[in-house]
């Protein structure tokens, strides 16, 4: 990860006041040796496979501004710290005190990036904005980030993610969000936590690091969120199920086509699905708060095109396909099927999925719903991979549906290759570490 840093005398006073050390030079602020440029400023982070120590002499033939090392090296462009990752969350809250301009945060189960990224789009129309990059929403990636930020915005915008427990807090003492929203709070990631409720307790502390005087975006139609929502001052509420809120949504599809509307407007993209309109309308409602019109809200949502990975539409080669390949949980997998199923499509339509990872006990109960979902949904053609999946496959046994498990991936492709015919919608799905990408660039 290699981030441009913009205000380069503002970070220069970063680096006086931390570490006394005056640099002449800067370019980037780089994590990764294989990018690293001439007046860098490089910082070792040891992962599970490789420390960046031990090529520090090469690392320096590339003539970086500073390094840092949690080893004493005697060389004057080296600075000795204990900590690579608590450097790094000290320095980006120190740079994160330069910045007046409102914070907005977003956090969620499912949507975070969408939502996020959509937010980024509709206030570019409006306001100069800073904004986090992708999906670098760790600890490591959000404060990273943030070194590219400049003052003269008129908003930031970020997205946060949390692993483990408390890494909300812990980015939030960086970011202090004067707005903030969490999408949805589901069993995602839920193997790193102790329960369900440690991670809604992780989720939403965004809330509780929330500025006294700002507001928090509330969605009603989540019982963990709105719980937790309670005692805050400032709400903004938005929902699908209930009319007395700020931004009421319906969400309908009658012959083949799509009526959605907030607070009786239509909204209309030509993606559009009932994913989507979840994302629009938390955009929406931060938006329109914020004081942008409708009509220009509007006219960014036509604009918008679905994230790589994250049910992106791809006509090819006759077939029709959504990639929603980025991740999977069990609330995605049924939205996501259930937007598929949904389409105005004349040919066969045909499920290409695999495991949910970082269930941890839910796991297996996960993947029998899974099952159960698809079945009484009942596509054309099922096919399966993966350990857990297969829990889900045992429960699929609608005689109109076709349904093949595989225990290796080169023999699924080859008979998804044999199997599709011109016409027909095919959606693929799985936790990213199975990379149904692949599969995708071979058709």
């Keep these: ?60 033939k590339k003539e970086p501004s500073l390094v840092f090392s949690e080893k004493k090296i005697d060389n004057k462009k080296v600075v000795f710290i204990k900590s690579s990752k608590e450097i790094l969350l000290r320095l980006a809250k120190d740079w994160m005190s330069f910045f007046k301009m409102p914070i907005i945060a977003i956090t969620g189960s499912n949507g975070k990036t969408t939502t996020k990224e959509m937010l980024v789009k509709i206030f570019k129309s409006k306001y100069k904005i800073n904004y986090s990059k992708g999906n670098y929403n760790s600890l490591i990636g959000l404060p990273v980030n943030t070194f590219e930020f400049t003052t003269n915005a008129d908003y930031t915008i970020v997205e946060m993610g949390a692993s483990k427990p408390g890494e909300i807090d812990k980015l939030c003492k960086i970011i202090r969000p004067d707005f903030s929203i969490i999408t949805n709070i589901h069993q995602a990631h839920i193997g790193n936590f102790n329960s369900f ?14 500025s006294s005087d700002g507001f928090i975006f509330v969605n009603h139609d989540d ?9 805050f001052k400032n709400t903004v509420s938005f929902s699908f199920e209930k009319k007395k809120t700020d931004f009421y949504s319906t969400y309908k599809s009658i012959k083949n086509k799509i009526e959605f509307l907030i607070n009786g407007k239509k909204i209309y993209n030509k993606n559009l699905n009932e994913i989507m309109a979840k994302n629009i309308l ?19 949502i036509q604009k918008f095109e679905f994230l790589k990975g ?36 004349k040919g066969r339509k045909i499920l290409v999925i695999g495991d949910m990872k970082e269930l941890g006990d839910k796991a297996k109960d996960c993947h029998i719903s899974l099952g159960n979902y698809i079945n009484d949904k009942s596509p054309d053609i099922v096919y399966t991979f993966g350990d857990l999946v297969s829990y889900a496959t045992k429960q699929i046994f609608n005689k109109k549906i076709t349904i093949k498990h595989f225990n290796q991936f080169s023999k699924m492709i080859d008979k998804i290759k044999s199997t599709l015919i011109k016409g027909d919608a095919i959606y693929f799905k799985a936790s990213r570490s199975l990379e149904f990408e692949k599969i995708i660039n071979t058709l």
Excluded: W
């Design 1 to 60: 990860m290699r981030i441009k840093i913009k205000e380069k005398n503002l970070f220069r006073r970063l680096i006086k006041k931390n570490f006394d050390y005056d640099i002449k030079n800067i370019n980037s602020f780089c994590l990764d040796s294989r990018f690293l440029k001439k007046d860098d400023i490089f910082l070792p982070i040891k992962g599970k496979n490789f420390d960046p120590h031990k090529i520090l002499p090469d690392i320096l």
């Design 197 to 210: 409720n440690d991670l809604v307790k992780t989720k939403t502390a965004i809330y509780r690091n929330t």
């Design 223 to 231: 019982l963990n969120i709105l719980k937790s929502s309670l005692t």
């Design 282 to 300: 938390a955009s929406y409602a931060i938006a329109s708060s914020r004081g942008i019109s409708h009509n220009k809200i509007l006219d960014c």
């Design 310 to 345: 994250r049910g992106q539409l791809i006509k090819k080669n006759g077939y029709l396909i959504v990639d929603d390949t980025y991740n999977a949980n069990f609330e995605s997998f049924k939205a996501g099927i259930n937007s598929f199923m949904n389409l105005s499509h």
